[in-house]
């Protein structure tokens, strides 16, 4: 009995995370397109934090690509695809500098077309499942590697967005802070009595 107690449990904590994904997706786009300052801290965790994970995305298509064909060609694909859309996004996203801080604000649809690639991914893995649970007990095996390349480029164009967009962040911020270093309110007050 404890045993189907404890399924039930993560069954229904499985449902609840599906059914609760359109609501997390819409909660992310709308932080992720709000102004913000820019901060050094949060923009060096991105790029490690995404740097790490494009690394092991790509090291577990090269893996995949013992089974399943193309699989790291389309990663790799995606990967360039998603690092040119987050240098349009730099391009794209209104930059606020002052005094205080850098702000930024980026680009809605952009946003948004990323937001979706990830969610017809999210979508596009539960019908596979699906059909790759219905394949294993049919005894089919041309749905179990059907798109799973596909699916890997389109978590690579997220991941290679996110990281390029980091990555802009990361070095406009350090511009902004250099030259507001260099700006003549910072520079040393010279002295007309002292002579060189």
Known sequence: MPVVVALAIVLFALLLAIALMPVALVQRYRVVTTRRPARGWLAALNVAGLLGSALTFIAGAAITNLWVPHALAYTLMGSAVGCAL??????????????????????????????????????????RGWHTWRAGV????LLVTAGVAGSLAAGAVAIGYYLTFWLG???????HVRGQFMSP????????????
């Open 86 to 127: 987050g240098g349009i996004g730099l391009a794209l996203t209104r930059w606020e500098p002052t005094p205080r801080a850098l702000f930024y604000t980026p680009n809605r649809w952009l946003v948004l077309s990323i937001t979706l690639v990830v969610t017809g991914r999210i979508l596009y893995g539960v019908w």
């Open 138 to 141: 049919e005894g089919a095996s």
């Open 169 to 175: 962040v990361r070095r406009r911020l350090r511009r």
């Open 185 to 196: 309110r910072f520079s040393r007050p010279s002295n007309p009595d002292c002579r060189p």
